[in-house]
């Protein structure tokens, strides 16, 4: 049948109640249709796909992937979806061909090439809604500005000034092969735009803070100024974390042979949204173009969490002068909102592309050079200003954790096998029972998983504490709270040490919905602690419930991400809840909030592993699902896995292990068009 107004109009009302796209998708295609009522069906449903796309993270529609496998480009129907009787886009496109939906879409009333004030854009064969289309156009002229500064910024940083500063900072002996730290920290201090990139364990913030030393010392032995510094992260989670590392990192500098004080690095780290200044009820910000950031040098931590839209405004809020450093791992899952940012940028970090006069340059001021292997004559400017690290620190050749995280992000299933084939001592794979949604006979294995972290399962690691469930919190939280007469200092004590206990397991799904999603595995670990008699529930808040903020509220200090705990106070008039959080400024104090002020915030004894990012815990479990969707990918899996620290368990059942090898070998491939040389 062809695809006239009536019938898609009838299609998008059936996906919407569906659930398959969001009423904000419809409604677009509403409005245009109104604007321009002889505009084709064909127009009408790509601009609906594009909106959708935009709440799948991306950019932008790819009519080509669309086309050549719908369901996979669109993640329709979506998983779990259980009505066969909705015609999918799919059959709704099977006649379409590339050029009659190219033709559909030459209606310049609704969309343009470029310049111009069509709703939507259409370059090649990828549409855009206007505004995401701008966005991808400022973060290239930002970036590519800043990269036209390079050229003159290091022909002022000679081996005469560089080569004494970096022997200060880099004096131990290094187990690489090349000093991929030192060699981070001279091509950014060359660039007014740099990217710093690395698995963990690698370094990125001892590194940074090494950079922000030398080009504080630079600064002085330069001009005998001192620069402006700040530091930001995605979420108030990564801030905290990134604060805590910085101030550890900084006693280990030698300042004091650099000529610098240790007031002018700055430790203090702040999200993205209060360095902007965010604005109520808008999409805009304090600080723009016409009221840039004073400052002079930003790093911005956990880049790949940062999408498009805030990329876009983090640039056109710079002063011309500053210089940008972005931190992150390019291998992490990318943003939630639209873009890939870390990801497009550093899709050639791994081969390096350094030009033959970067090399030579690195080997005058640095000591040392790339290996010739990573030198290329067609190097761009972009990858003259990337750096990736290469050694982890933390997951050395005995780490079971390392290795598994390797293999995946390689892609490399027979590797994987390996692995699991070891007996690594920080690894356990455990068969997990479906529960049928029946939370209250959840099976033994997963009991033992959840409440005590499958000790029997792990090896012997000294030096190391053993791997933990939740019941560790539940007893902390239980055997140490003070006498109702103790001062407040000690229940702020006894809070800490409850949300520490609680950030030892973790445990994290692929997906939200179904029996092996977060919202059912919240209730189900519930109800399994409550029948052990760790946990006495009562209504939505009781004492023990672990809470996730899901949105900023600046008057209450907390952030996206933030983690709390709610636990039992004693007042004159009884016992009252109130949640727990950390104070977030490395103090390793606690704010109390009432859990009236916390009406988003979701229980997370289970959390995505999206939602996980930025975090780490000392054991780490991944329950994987039955069955293989768009957003079970090698970049889900590897940062599942390394957001643990010293443990890392994976859950799954017999169907379940059988979708690892496959998930693995599906990467993130967002829709989008950024180019810069």
């Known amino acids: 049948m062809a695809l006239n107004h009536d019938r898609l109009m009838q299609l998008l009302d059936s996906w919407v109640e569906s659930g398959w796209l969001r009423e904000l998708d419809r409604a677009l295609v509403r409005f245009l249709h109104q604007t321009c009522p002889d505009a084709s069906p064909l127009l009408l449903l790509a601009a609906a796909l594009a909106s959708h796309q935009l709440g799948r993270g991306h950019v932008c529609l790819n009519l080509s992937a669309v086309l050549t496998d719908s369901t996979f480009a669109l993640a329709l129907p979506p ?39 069509s709703p939507l854009v259409c370059q090649g064969d990828r549409l855009y809604l206007r505004r995401y289309w701008q966005y991808e156009r400022q973060v290239e002229a930002g970036i590519q500005q800043r990269l036209a500064q390079s050229a003159h910024w290091r022909s002022a940083l ?79 989670k990564a801030a905290a974390r990134l604060s805590e590392s910085i101030a550890g990192a900084l006693s280990r500098l030698p300042l004091a042979q650099l000529g610098i004080a240790v007031e002018a690095i700055n430790s203090d780290v702040v999200t993205l949204h209060r360095l902007l200044g965010s604005r109520p009820d808008t999409r805009h910000f304090r600080h723009h173009p016409g009221n840039p950031l004073l400052l002079d040098v930003l790093v911005v931590d956990e880049a790949s969490m940062v999408d498009l839209e805030m990329m ?90 390392g290795q598994l995280a390797q293999a995946v992000n390689a892609g490399d299933v027979r590797a994987l096998r390996h692995v699991w084939q070891q007996d690594y001592a920080d690894l356990a794979r455990l068969r997990i029972t479906p529960t049928g949604g029946k939370a209250q006979n959840p099976g033994t294995v997963f009991r033992d998983w959840i409440i005590e972290g499958a000790v029997s399962q792990f090896g012997a690691r000294p030096g190391i504490p053993a791997p933990v469930g939740y019941g560790h919190y539940l007893r902390v939280m239980r055997t140490t709270r003070p006498e109702a007469g103790a001062p407040q200092s000690a229940f702020d004590r006894w809070a800490a040490d409850v949300l520490e206990a609680f950030g030892q397991f973790q445990l994290l799904c692929a997906v939200r919905q179904g029996e092996w999603g977060v919202n059912h595995l919240n209730q189900q670990v519930a109800t399994l602690l409550g029948s052990a008699g760790l946990l006495v529930q009562e209504g939505l808040w009781y ?41 977030g400024d490395g103090s390793g104090g606690v704010r109390w909030v009432l859990p009236g002020r916390l009406p988003g915030a979701e229980t997370v004894f289970a959390m995505t592993v999206h939602k996980s990012q930025g975090s780490e815990f000392s054991h780490t479990a991944l329950l994987l699902p039955e069955s293989l969707s768009p957003i079970l990918t090698r970049e889900l899996i590897y940062t599942g896995i390394t957001r643990a620290r010293h443990w890392f368990s994976l859950g799954a059942s017999e169907k379940g292990e059988q979708l690892l090898a496959q998930a693995i070998e599906r990467q993130v491939l967002r829709s989008g068009g950024l180019t810069i040389g």
């Open 312 to 401: 876009a405004a983090l640039l056109s809020a710079l002063p011309p002068h500053a210089r940008l450093i972005l931190l992150g791992d390019k291998d992490q899952l990318a943003s939630v909102e639209a873009g890939a940012l870390l990801g497009e940028l550093c899709q050639r970090a791994a081969a390096g592309h350094y030009l033959p006069a970067t090399a030579t340059w690195l080997a005058a001021v640095a000591g040392e050079a790339p290996p010739e292997a990573m030198q290329d004559a067609q190097g761009v400017a972009l990858d003259q200003s990337i750096a990736m690290l290469r050694f982890s620190h933390r997951f050395g050749a005995e780490s079971g954790i």
């Open 79 to 117: 998983e779990g979806s259980r009505q066969p009787e909705i015609e999918t886009p799919a059959q709704v496109l099977q006649d379409v061909t590339l050029p009659q939906w190219l033709a559909a879409l030459d209606f310049p009333a609704l969309v343009g090439t470029g310049g111009g004030d």
């Open 543 to 583: 004492a023990g419930r672990p809470v996730l903020v899901t949105r900023n509220d600046y008057s209450l200090g907390l952030m996206n991400g933030d983690i709390g705990i709610a636990l039992l106070l004693p007042q004159p008039e009884g016992e009252v809840l109130r949640v727990a959080f950390p104070a």
């Open 158 to 236: 000679t081996p005469e000034l560089m080569q004494p500063l970096l022997n200060i900072l880099f004096s131990e002996p290094t187990a690489e092969t090349a000093n991929w730290q030192k060699l981070a920290c001279a091509l950014a201090a060359a660039s007014a735009f740099s990217v710093i990139t690395g698995g963990p364990g690698t370094g990125k913030t001892t590194t940074v803070v090494r950079l922000l030393a030398l080009l504080q010392a630079l600064e002085q032995q330069q001009r005998g100024t001192t620069l402006r510094i700040r530091l930001a992260a995605p979420t108030g």
